[in-house]
């Protein structure tokens, strides 16, 4: 056979899209921003979402170039991540100054104390953080992740029970992600995804989505069958899907200010 003939019968393999991260200091911060090659790009463009800051390249775009654009946009991009960060979040955890912690609908007060180990604990008085004196950003984003994770599958361990009776079958495993826009998903091996920033906010809104995820192991699509489902386990699905109308992009924007 020969080469044009292989060629034209053969399936182009799809371009990538690249991604990786590029530091930059603003003002007394540095931040990192997302520097995405996409093939499908015509131009260099800087977006800023509730997610950070975002570069993206087309293909013959050269690194130089992007860095240079950035340098260009400093100002704008600073007085955009201003806008999203004074979008009523809490200000970001530091180590041994006071905070708040979104949890569950609320902003629990947090407070440090030295410690051997990093250890995250809510009492009576809102959170408290045993803190070793050596530890650093990386630690307290671990700590945090750690302690959401372990948050949210109480919530699902407390929930879930009373929902299994009604059902074809449990899922299969529930694994908890950052998700960009998604709150849940149900894959069709009946593997369970849940966004964890769905701790941060409304517990009934949380228990909603679970709800909701657990329907498709019944109706597998959004038809008005599944919909009589959830309205059958869970009346106020509607009430709930406003409140992430309202607050989603905030409790997203939170939990990747915290992580």
Known sequence: ??????????????ATVQRDTVRLRLDDAEIEVLRVRDPRARRIKLSVDERGARLTLPPRASL???????????????LQLRVYQDNGLPAPLQPGEAGLLPLRGELLPVRWQEGRFARL????????????????????????????????????????????PGLPRAPSRVRLKVMSS?????APD????????????????????LVHELCHLIQPNHSPAFWN???????????????????GR??????RQLL
């Open 182 to 186: 998604q709150w849940g998903s149900l």
């Open 1 to 14: 056979m020969s080469r044009l003939l292989r060629r034209l019968i053969s399936p182009t393999p799809p």
């Open 64 to 78: 130089v170039m992007g860095e240079r654009f950035l340098e260009q946009h400093r100002d704008w991009l600073a």
């Open 121 to 164: 604990e809510i009492d009576d008085h809102g959170a408290c953080v045993q803190w070793p004196t050596r530890a650093g950003d990386a630690t307290l984003r671990r700590l945090l992740r750690e302690f959401y994770e372990a948050q949210t599958r109480a919530d699902v361990g407390r929930w879930l029970p009373k929902y299994l």
């Open 190 to 209: 009946g593997s369970m995804a849940l966004d964890l920033a769905l701790v941060l906010g409304s517990p009934d809104a949380f228990e909603y989505v």
């Open 250 to 255: 905030r409790l997203k924007a939170m939990l």
């Open 229 to 247: 489902e959830v309205e059958q386990r869970f009346p106020a699905w509607r009430e709930q899907r406003d409140y992430f109308q309202l607050e």
